[in-house]
C-alpha cells in the first residue's frame, strides 16, 4: 500500500469505530423510536391550554395552521394566540379570515408583536409578548392556562394532537412534551437534505438521553412545544434565554434543571407545511444558527469539519481507493463504514417513506451541511450571522454552564 492509502486507511479505521460507538453507545438516538403513543390515554379532567403561534410574514401558511388548532378534539379549554410580528404581508387577516369559519372562533385572538426589544432574538420577544398577554388575561378573568404550547405559524396539528401531548405531559408529569413534527420532504433537494438534517439533530440531542433525569443532554423542536405554565414561571420566564438563536433547545435546558422533559418524533399527521423550493433555502435555515450551536468557537467548527469528514467521506474514499489499487482490506474498511452509517441512518430514512437514491447519498448531505456550517462561521465573522427575516442578530455567547452542555451534546 502506498502512504496515501495508508492514510486512508487509518481514516476509515477511525470512522468505523466511530460508528460503532454511535450504534452502540450514543443512547440509541438512531432507532428514531421516541414517539407518542397512538391510544391517548384519556383524562378525568383536561386541563385549559393556550396556544402562542409568533408569526412574521406567514400569510401563505398561517391560514391552514390555525385552522389545524381551531379544530383539534380537545376536550378542555383552548385559547388561540397569534402574535402578529410586524407582518407586512397580510398574516393577521388571513389567520382572522378561517378563524369565523372554525368552531372556535372566540378562542382566536391576535396580539401584536411589541418592539424588538435590545438583546431579544424575534421569535422568543413574539412568544414572550404571547405569554405575558396571556398572563394579563389569566388575571382579569381568573381562568389559568395549565399548559402552554407554543407552535409555528406553518404546523399543521393532526386533530387528536393536544390530546396526545396533553395526556402525555399529565400522565408522566412532565414540564416539556415536544415534537419534531414531520418536515416537508417532496423536492428533490429536501428528499436528499430533510431527512439527513432530521438525522443529524438527533445524534447531535439524543432523545433518549434528552428524555432521561440522568443525563444534562436538553432538547426541543420549537414547531411543537407543550409547556407547563408553572414550570416556566418557576424557571425565570422566556427573558432567561432572551438572546438565544436556537431557541427551542435552549427553552428545553432552562426547564430541564427544574423537572422532566420530553422529546420524540411526530406522526404522520402533524407535520411542517412550509416547502423548501431549493438549496439555498435549507442552506439560509442552517447557516443562521449552526456557528452559534459552536458556541462561536473556531477549535469547535474545526473539530466539526474534521469529524463529519472522517465520519461520512473517509469510507467512501476507502472504498474508492481500495476498488481502483485492488487493495481488499482498504475496500472493506470503507464498505463496512457505510454499511453502519446505512444502518443508522435507515431509522429516520423511514420515517419520510423515501427510496432510491437519496438514501444512498447521506454522505453527500453531510458534506452540504459542513459547507453550511463553514458559511454561518464566515457569516458571523461577517457581522451577518442570525439574519432572517430582515433582521441580524449580535452573536452571544453562552454561559460556562452552556459550553460545557454543548460540549456534552457534540459529544
Known amino acids: 500500500m502506498t502512504e496515501l492509502s495508508i492514510i486512508i486507511a487509518a481514516l476509515a479505521s477511525?470512522?468505523?469505530?466511530?460508528?460503532?460507538?454511535?450504534?452502540?453507545?450514543r443512547r440509541g438516538f438512531w432507532l428514531a423510536n421516541q414517539r407518542l403513543r397512538r391510544k391517548i390515554r384519556e383524562l378525568p379532567d383536561w386541563p385549559a391550554v393556550a396556544v402562542i403561534v409568533p408569526a412574521r410574514d406567514e400569510a401563505a401558511v398561517v391560514d391552514r395552521a390555525i385552522r389545524s388548532l381551531l379544530e383539534q378534539d380537545y376536550p378542555g379549554r383552548l385559547a388561540v394566540l397569534l402574535v402578529d410580528d410586524y407582518s407586512t404581508d397580510g398574516t393577521a387577516a388571513a389567520?382572522?379570515?378561517?378563524?369565523?369559519?372554525?368552531?372556535?372562533?372566540?378562542?382566536?385572538?391576535?396580539?401584536?408583536?411589541?418592539?424588538?426589544?435590545?438583546?431579544?432574538?424575534g421569535?422568543?420577544?413574539?412568544?414572550?409578548?404571547?405569554?405575558?398577554?396571556?398572563?394579563?388575561?389569566?388575571?382579569?378573568?381568573?381562568?389559568?392556562?395549565?399548559?402552554?404550547?407554543?407552535?409555528?405559524?406553518?404546523?399543521?396539528?393532526?386533530?387528536h394532537n393536544l390530546k396526545r401531548l396533553v395526556a402525555k405531559a399529565e400522565t408522566k408529569k412532565l414540564d416539556l412534551v415536544s415534537l419534531m413534527v414531520r418536515l416537508h420532504c417532496e423536492?428533490?433537494?429536501?428528499?436528499?437534505?430533510?431527512?439527513?438534517?432530521?438525522?443529524?439533530f438527533q445524534k447531535l440531542y439524543p432523545f433518549p438521553a434528552a428524555n432521561s433525569r440522568r443525563s444534562h443532554v436538553a432538547a426541543a423542536a420549537?414547531?411543537?412545544?407543550?409547556?407547563?405554565?408553572?414550570?416556566?414561571?418557576?424557571?425565570?420566564?422566556?427573558?432567561?434565554?432572551?438572546?438565544?438563536?436556537?431557541?427551542?433547545?435552549?427553552?428545553?435546558?432552562?426547564?430541564?434543571?427544574?423537572?422532566?422533559?420530553?422529546?420524540?418524533?411526530a406522526t404522520d399527521t402533524t407535520r411542517s407545511i412550509r416547502p423548501y423550493h431549493g438549496l439555498r433555502d435549507i442552506w439560509s435555515m442552517v447557516a443562521r444558527t449552526a456557528f452559534s450551536q459552536l458556541d462561536y468557537s473556531p477549535l469547535m467548527l474545526l473539530a466539526t469539519v474534521l469529524g463529519m469528514s472522517v465520519l461520512y467521506l473517509a469510507p467512501i474514499a476507502a472504498l474508492v481507493c481500495g476498488l481502483?489499487?485492488?487493495?481488499?482490506?482498504?475496500a472493506a474498511l470503507g464498505l463496512a463504514g457505510l454499511l453502519l452509517m446505512w444502518i443508522a441512518y435507515y431509522p429516520t430514512w423511514r420515517l419520510y417513506r423515501r427510496v432510491g437514491w437519496a438514501f444512498f447519498a447521506l454522505p453527500a448531505a453531510a458534506f452540504l451541511y459542513t459547507l453550511m456550517t463553514v458559511d454561518s462561521a464566515w457569516r458571523?465573522?461577517?457581522?451577518r450571522g442570525g439574519d432572517w427575516k430582515n433582521r441580524t442578530y449580535a452573536r452571544q455567547r453562552k454561559s460556562r454552564r452552556g459550553r460545557e452542555r454543548s460540549a456534552e451534546q457534540t459529544g
Open 14 to 25: 477511525l470512522s468505523l469505530a466511530g460508528w460503532v460507538y454511535l450504534l452502540l453507545f
Open 380 to 383: 458571523h465573522l461577517r457581522g
Open 95 to 121: 389567520a382572522r379570515r378561517v378563524a369565523r369559519d372554525s368552531s372556535r372562533p372566540e378562542a382566536f385572538h391576535v396580539i401584536p408583536a411589541r418592539a424588538l426589544p435590545p438583546g431579544w432574538t
Open 123 to 159: 421569535k422568543l420577544s413574539a412568544m414572550a409578548t404571547g405569554f405575558e398577554a396571556l398572563l394579563r388575561s389569566s388575571q382579569e378573568s381568573g381562568v389559568h392556562a395549565r399548559y402552554i404550547l407554543f407552535t409555528d405559524a406553518d404546523i399543521v396539528h393532526g386533530p
Open 222 to 265: 420549537g414547531g411543537c412545544m407543550l409547556v407547563r405554565r408553572r414550570a416556566l414561571q418557576r424557571a425565570g420566564g422566556l427573558d432567561r434565554i432572551a438572546s438565544e438563536l436556537i431557541d427551542d433547545c435552549a427553552l428545553a435546558a432552562l426547564l430541564k434543571p427544574h423537572g422532566p422533559i420530553w422529546i420524540g418524533l
Open 324 to 330: 481502483v489499487i485492488v487493495a481488499p482490506v482498504l
Open 187 to 200: 423536492h428533490p433537494i429536501e428528499r436528499l437534505l430533510i431527512p439527513a438534517f432530521v438525522f443529524f
